[in-house]
Nanobody, 122 residues
């Protein structure tokens, strides 16, 4: 079992920054591909970014590339999502998730956090 706990969400003005954290615990968390997803009511969940256990194989949603940065610490127990130049359309509940393989398909992720709300005011 892997437990994931997100933090760092909040209210920010457009153009501002937030850093989300995902604390992972459980057996061999370092082997999982870690992803960040977001969802707003009435819309499908979308993959925002992903990173492999080596720190490579990084994926970004095209609309966030250049503004968001995903990273994981050396102990591979925390994954971060640095979000800069935030736009109102970035507002959503952000979820951290773990998968056995690199993927953007939410259905292939085995473990999910509870989510953290990001609100961006215009």
């Amino acid at each position: 079992q892997v437990q994931l706990v997100e933090s760092g969400g909040g209210l920010v003005q457009a153009g501002g920054s937030l850093r989300l954290s995902c604390a992972a615990s459980g057996r061999t968390v370092g082997r999982y591909y870690m992803g960040w997803f977001r969802q707003v009511p009435g819309k499908e969940r979308e993959s925002v970014a992903g990173i492999s256990w080596t720190g490579g194989n990084i994926y970004y949603l095209p609309s966030v590339k250049g503004r968001f940065t995903i990273s994981r610490d050396n102990a591979k127990t925390t994954v971060y999502l640095q979000m800069n130049s935030l736009k109102p359309e970035d507002a959503a509940v952000y979820y951290c998730a773990a998968a056995d393989v690199p993927t953007v398909v939410g259905g292939l992720y085995s473990y999910w956090g509870q989510g953290t709300q990001v609100t961006v005011s215009s």
